[in-house]
């Protein structure tokens, strides 16, 4: 399982990796901007042209610069995304895997109680036995109902709230 501060950890690397490519590009493009910058104030020894053409390279190269950044970001963003959703799509595969511990784990939590209905995933039928009345449902909750009282677990609420660095149990 991966944790909380290992999320941050490759967030963090991936956008320090990110910010290096654009300062590497924008340090390029400004070498580049200078270089045609000075060649052509070479050519001319007029003050005033010199001064408008300065200031339209610093625009253009301001520019540049945020189109660049702004590149970057959203790349960054993208690979941020799927790297969440590959995590959750990989950590609720393994929770699918080992849903028989976990519906164990929570038929023994309800130990307290005299009598309820249970409604369990589908694909748990015939593997998960409890002395409660029990319903399988197309849903992927643990849910446990006791007059006008329900326990939810839900395991994909619980991965959603442990990515975003969250307490999913109390």
Do not use: W
Not at 59 to 72: A, G
Not at 94 to 108: G, T, Y
Not at 114 to 121: H, K, T
Request: aromatic share 12%; charged share 35%; proline share 1%.
């Amino acid at each position: 399982m991966f944790s909380e501060s290992d999320f941050e950890k490759l967030k963090n690397q991936a956008l320090k990796e990110a910010k290096l490519t654009a300062e590497q590009k924008i340090n390029k493009a400004k070498e580049k901007l200078l270089r045609q910058k000075e060649e052509f104030f070479k050519s001319l020894d007029l003050d005033r042209e010199k001064e408008l053409l300065k200031l339209k390279y610093e625009k253009i190269l301001k520019e540049k610069e945020l189109e660049i950044n702004q590149r970057y970001e959203l790349e960054f963003e993208k690979f941020y995304q799927n790297f969440i959703q590959n995590l959750k799509k990989s950590l609720l595969e393994k929770i699918r895997q080992n849903a028989l511990v976990l519906c164990e784990c929570f038929i023994n939590k309800l130990s307290s109680y005299e009598n309820g209905e249970l409604f369990l995933p589908k694909f748990l039928k015939n593997r998960c036995q409890s002395r409660f009345k029990t319903t399988y449902t197309e849903s992927n909750c643990f849910v446990f109902k006791t007059g006008s009282k329900y326990i939810v677990f839900d395991p994909e609420e619980s991965v959603n709230k442990t990515i975003q660095g969250e307490l999913c149990l109390k």
